[in-house]
């Protein structure tokens, strides 16, 4: 499920006044989107120290 569609669907739960279904979307959407951002934060740290990642001004590999 992407994230118009999460947005499409709590957008319908606010306009059909029904407070715990859009709090239950929004907590669950929120958590996605965390997620998200962990992962790609995660990779993005992981391609930076692999050999030849980042902008290779510095190593990672352990030998200084």
């Keep these: 499920k992407d994230a118009w569609t999460e947005h499409i669907?709590?957008?319908r739960?606010?306009?059909g006044h029904d407070a715990d279904e859009a709090q239950?979307?929004?907590g669950?959407?929120?958590?996605r989107?965390?997620?998200?951002y962990r992962e790609e934060t995660?990779?993005?740290q992981?391609?930076?120290f692999r050999p030849g990642g980042g902008d290779g001004s510095v190593?990672?590999?352990g030998s200084n």
Excluded: D, G, N, V
């Design 28 to 31: 669950r959407h929120t958590e």
């Design 59 to 61: 190593s990672h590999s």
């Design 13 to 15: 739960a606010i306009a």
């Design 33 to 36: 989107t965390i997620e998200f």
């Design 42 to 44: 995660a990779s993005a």
């Design 24 to 26: 239950r979307l929004m």
């Design 9 to 11: 669907t709590l957008i």
């Design 46 to 48: 992981e391609a930076a």
